[in-house]
Every structure is written in structure tokens, then in C-alpha cells.
């Protein structure tokens, strides 16, 4: 079915790096951008970066500088999310979502129609 | 300003409506999108563009837009809807933005 599945939880070190990785099926994956939204504990959604699937190009938020790195594998349908440098504020759960953009009237807006199901990282000193 | 607003918490009685509100200047111009999380879980898109639902979204749910407010309401409140819903606009440079969240207690 159509689904986004991500990897498990991972538990680092301050100043270690963390990959996760996000598996689409059931749809074309080049077809749609990919989303990647943040949550720390108790806090809200933030969105940090996407990814073009057919093209490879990403765009991400300022305050992620050069610590994250977006990736993919057309030939698995896989993204990859990676972010160096991790910091205890960096705990937090990490999504996938998938991204449609419709026009009417003149307008476009995006939408995330589909989300993995999460995956907390948890950053130690 | 590069900033969308909600209400922290918002109450409803069962069966009753409610109206959740998402504020900001890029709504003159754009559709936002809402989606609800309850705890534990993903969030869920409930609303997106003038007024859509997605497939399996009870059609209690709907959507409003007026100058610089996109409304979530949510006819004959049910027990189940009781979560945090987030609307999703755009920032300045066109990225996404999301408000901060509104618990409603049912």
C-alpha cells in the first residue's frame, strides 16, 4: 500500500552524526517531493528541509546550516536524512512526509498527504 | 512577518462546533493545510487547499479562508477529535511554515 516507513530509533553522542532513512512505496517516488518535519518532546512540527527525488536538488531551513544532508536512492525508493554535529537539542522525533502542490486560481500550495511513521533520536552528552 | 499563529488550547463540548484559527500574512495568498496528531502518533492531514478532505476524513471536518485566517471547523465534535492541529502556510523564501499548535479538548 501506499506508506512511508522509516527507520528505528537511534540513541548518539553529542557531536556524532545520525542517518535516517525513509522507505515510499505504493506510489512513484520521483513524482513528489520529500519532506523532512521535526518534533522536539512537547514542542511542534518544524519543518527542515526537502528533497527533489528525481532531480536530487534539496532546499533546508537557515538553522540547520551545513549540519544536514539530504540523499536519496531512486533505484530502493529510499530518502536519507542526515544530521551532523547532533546537540541534546537536536531530541526529537523525525518525519518523512510527502509532498503534493496544487493550483487553483492562480494560487499553488503544498500539502503533506503522507507521513512516516517517526523515528526519535536521541542525542546524550 | 514570516510567522503563523494559533491559539494554544481551544475546549468544545461533544457535539458541539468549533473553529480553530491559523493567523499570518502569507495567508492572503496561499492555501494552508491542517492536520491533526494525536499522542504517540504522526500527524494527519485533515485539510488542504479551499476547502479538501482527504479520503477517509469524516466530512465534519472543513475548512474556511478569509484575508490573513485559514479556519479548521469541526461540526458535532466527536470524543475522537480531541488532539493538536497544526496548519501548515509558507514562509517568505516560500518554505514551509508551520503554526504552533492548538490542543482541543473535547
Known amino acids: 500500500q501506499v506508506q512511508l516507513v522509516q527507520s528505528g530509533a537511534e540513541v548518539k553522542k553529542s557531536g556524532a552524526s545520525v542517518k535516517v532513512s525513509c522507505k515510499a512505496s505504493?506510489?512513484?517516488?520521483?513524482?513528489?517531493?520529500l519532506y523532512w518535519v521535526r518534533q522536539a518532546p512537547g514542542q511542534g512540527l518544524e519543518w527542515m528541509g526537502h528533497?527533489?527525488?528525481?532531480?536530487?536538488?534539496?532546499n533546508h531551513a537557515q538553522s540547520f546550516q551545513d549540519r544536514l544532508t539530504q540523499t536519496r536512492d531512486t533505484s530502493l525508493n529510499m530518502a536519507y536524512m542526515q544530521l551532523s554535529g547532533l546537540r541534546s537539542d537536536d531530541t526529537a522525533v523525525y518525519y518523512c512526509?510527502?509532498?503534493?502542490?496544487?493550483?487553483?486560481?492562480?494560487?499553488?500550495?503544498?500539502?503533506?498527504?503522507?507521513w512516516g511513521q517517526g523515528t526519535l533520536v536521541t542525542v546524550s552528552s | 512577518s514570516s510567522e503563523v499563529t494559533q491559539d494554544p488550547a481551544v475546549s468544545v463540548a461533544l457535539g458541539q462546533t468549533v473553529r480553530i484559527t491559523c493567523q499570518g500574512d502569507?495567508?492572503?495568498?496561499?492555501?494552508a493545510s491542517w492536520y491533526q496528531q494525536k499522542p504517540g502518533l504522526a500527524p494527519q492531514l485533515v485539510i488542504f487547499?479551499?476547502?479538501g478532505r482527504p479520503s477517509g476524513i469524516p466530512d465534519r471536518f472543513s475548512g474556511s479562508n478569509s484575508y490573513k485566517t485559514s479556519s479548521l471547523i469541526i461540526t458535532g465534535t466527536q470524543a475522537e477529535d480531541e488532539a493538536v492541529y497544526y496548519c501548515?502556510?509558507?514562509?517568505?523564501?516560500?518554505?514551509?511554515?508551520f503554526g504552533g499548535g492548538t490542543q482541543l479538548t473535547v
Open positions: 512526509a510527502r509532498g503534493k502542490t496544487d493550483c487553483l486560481s492562480g494560487i499553488c500550495y503544498t500539502y503533506f498527504d503522507l
Open positions: 487547499g479551499k476547502n
Open positions: 501548515n502556510s509558507r514562509d517568505s523564501s516560500g518554505n514551509p511554515l
Open positions: 528533497l527533489n527525488p528525481r532531480s536530487g536538488d534539496t
Open positions: 502569507s495567508l492572503r495568498s496561499y492555501y
Open positions: 505504493g506510489y512513484m517516488f520521483i513524482g513528489y517531493y
